[in-house]
């Protein structure tokens, strides 16, 4: 029988014909079954494998995984079902290399540059300059000053010049940097570069120059330190967010804390007033009560948090959290009413006792809606003990679900597993599948996940239609038992065909062969008595019996000793007569022959074998031959 290689993920690489090779699939000769002289293959097949199919070429018939070792360039590379690519994935040369995955690094050496593939493009990581061009940016380097101690400074080069050198205190270098010999906080600038001009805002100038080259000096600007005070011209725009402060102690800050205005009064106990004119004069429109947190509108002397001198009008909503005292109650039509309490108590008296739940106020408290009909409920009723309505109830949404105790009991298409009883169901409509206990009906199929199932009836079983049982699982028999040491299964287990085939097919087979002429060893060698082994397959081909069926031979072989000619001379009496002949007297001639009896002297030996062979694979081994002692 052929051999069917299939490669790891289990598809088919190749069918191997028996006494055949395969050079022509893979780097591999793959060696069919009985194929004389397969040494040589095998053994130059663990080379290719030992170095890695070493060779300036790559393999001319590679499969998806295959490691090949690059000898002109020292590189081992795997196959990835397009290409060989490297298993390094950095690459140093001038060009970017073509073959490259994401994460694969090159190295620039025409510009000394570190690059990273993204999939889509290549990403510099440095140096931000070429080698042509020579140390350019920002460099943090650490000198020592003239005591010895270390500095931290920020050198700018360009084109390896270091032009500019940030110093975050002043100090004089230890050893002297060429274009700087004293380093002041702040930017420094290299001598040779005296005319450098940094353009942008400066912090502190003699005079400012504008776009006309128009100097303007302090006397221009606005003083901060003028009590006469200073009148500007333009507006004032205060653009940072400390804002404005008031007061000569500071009294009153405007500032912006995040995206919030903030007006401060920094007095303790402080009032604050503001003002508005009208047509008669000033009048105060708010005003702040510090010491009590009270804020009066249109009222100087507010006794509340929030105290109103007038009417008042919310077009929003307006949300009470505490207790509202209404002088005179006035029914008005409420589009929505909302409560921030989590409760809403009725049957309450004025006195706020608590009633008993039986009494008559209590019983039929709820929700009303009156309408021409009569009344729609949704009340207690004592004698039920229980929320009553005389109503539908309609749950509006699929997914909501009816609730005992915290559990889910009934949902629109199920009813929860925590009802496990219903002592009065009669009838059930059409089930797709059902699970009682482990046992699961499922269309045509009864399944137990976790045991066996069991089927206990009083009577016969009957098929009404009669089938054909199948799936069963081949018990182990006595026989198997013995040659695998599983245990045997009981006598109750169902026979199989398989079972069957294999007990009858498997009983060993025995055979007398005269081996007169052939050659026999006496061995437990599964490579001696080849030429039994070739008679037995005629006579039993191996590939239609069960593995490990046995045959056993009782062999015979004749050998003669002793004579095994006959000496009829000797034994050869003869008589002659004088004749005359020719005219010449008394020619002897032959008158009379007699032949006694021949004694032969031959002995036969018959040695007897007993020889024994199994089915392994389809083919007879031979497992043992001794010399048979009647």
């Not at 000394?112 to 940016?137: F, R």
């Not at 045997?488 to 169902?494: G, H, L």
């Not at 006959?566 to 032959?590: E, I, M, P």
């Amino acid at each position: 029988m052929s051999y069917r290689l299939n490669k790891t993920d289990g598809t088919l690489l190749t069918e191997l014909i028996d006494g055949k090779i395969d050079s022509t699939t893979t780097e591999l000769t793959f060696i069919g079954k009985n194929y004389q002289g397969f040494g040589e293959f095998i053994n130059e097949n663990f080379i290719k494998l030992l170095e890695s199919f070493a060779n300036v070429s790559a393999p001319s018939k590679p499969i998806k995984g295959q490691v090949w070792f690059d000898t002109t360039n020292n590189r081992l590379k795997v196959y990835d079902g397009t290409t060989f690519r490297s298993t390094d994935n950095s690459v140093v040369s001038t060009t970017a290399p073509l073959e490259k995955i994401e994460g694969d690094i090159w190295i620039d050496s025409s510009k000394d540059q570190l690059y990273y593939w993204t999939g889509t493009e290549w990403i510099l990581v440095g140096p931000i300059y070429t080698k042509s061009q020579g140390l350019s940016g920002f460099k943090v380097e650490t000198v020592k000053d003239s005591f010895a101690l270390d500095k931290t400074i920020l050198k700018l080069f360009v084109a390896g010049v270091p032009i500019l050198i940030i110093a975050k205190e002043t100090f004089t270098p230890a050893v002297e940097i060429t274009g700087y010999t004293n380093l002041r906080m702040g930017i420094n600038i290299n001598s040779a570069y005296s005319t450098f001009v940094v353009e942008g805002i400066a912090d502190k100038a003699l005079a400012i120059t504008d776009e006309f080259g128009t100097a303007f000096t302090i006397n221009d600007f606005v003083s901060a330190t003028d009590v006469a005070g200073d009148t500007m011209a333009g507006k004032l725009h205060v653009n940072n967010d400390l804002g404005l402060i008031i007061g000569s102690d500071s009294d009153h800050t405007i500032k912006v804390t995040g995206d919030t205005v903030e007006q401060i009064n920094n007095i303790t106990s402080s009032n604050y007033k503001l003002s508005l004119k009208d047509s008669v004069g000033s009048y105060a429109a708010q005003y702040w009560d510090t010491d009590n947190k009270r804020l009066g509108i249109l009222n100087l002397t507010p006794s509340k948090t929030l105290d109103v001198n007038g009417d008042g009008r919310f077009s929003g909503d307006l949300r009470i959290e505490g207790n509202l005292t209404v002088g005179t109650v006035v029914n008005e039509s409420v589009t929505s009413l909302r409560v921030a309490d989590k409760n809403i108590q009725l049957a309450i008296p004025d006195d706020s006792s608590l009633l008993d739940s039986t009494s008559e106020f209590v019983d039929d408290a709820g929700l009303l809606i009156e309408t021409q009909g009569g009344s729609i409920k949704w009340t207690y009723r004592v004698a039920k003990q229980a929320w009553t309505t005389e109503d539908n109830i309609n749950i509006d949404d699929d997914n909501a679900s009816l609730m005992i105790g915290g559990d889910t009991v009934l949902t629109k298409t199920a009813l929860s597993s925590t009802v496990t009883s219903a002592p009065g169901l009669i009838n059930i409509g059409s089930l797709a599948s059902i699970t009682v206990d482990n046992i699961t009906i499922d269309g045509d199929r009864i399944t137990n996940a976790t045991n066996g199932i069991d089927i206990s009836a009083l009577g016969a079983i009957n098929l009404i239609i009669p089938q054909k049982i199948t799936g069963v699982t081949t018990p182990i028999s006595a026989r198997e038992n013995l040659e695998t040491g599983q245990p045997e299964d009981v006598d109750n287990v169902v026979a199989t065909k398989g079972y069957v085939d294999t007990e009858l097919g498997s009983k060993t087979l025995v055979f007398g062969i005269d081996v007169t002429g052939l050659t026999i060893t006496v061995s437990t060698s599964a490579s001696d008595n080849n030429e039994v082994k070739d008679i037995l397959t005629s006579l039993a081909n191996p590939a239609t019996i069960p593995n490990g069926t046995f045959a056993n031979i009782h062999a015979s072989s004749t050998a003669v000793t002793g004579t095994d000619t006959a000496d009829v001379n000797g034994q050869l009496n003869k008589s002659f007569l004088a004749v005359d002949s020719g005219g010449t007297q008394n020619v002897s001639v032959l008158q009379d022959v007699s032949v006694a009896a021949v004694p032969i002297s031959t002995t036969f030996n018959i040695t007897r074998y007993t020889m024994k062979f199994k089915v392994i694979a389809g083919v007879w081994s031979h497992e043992v031959t001794t010399v048979y002692t009647p």
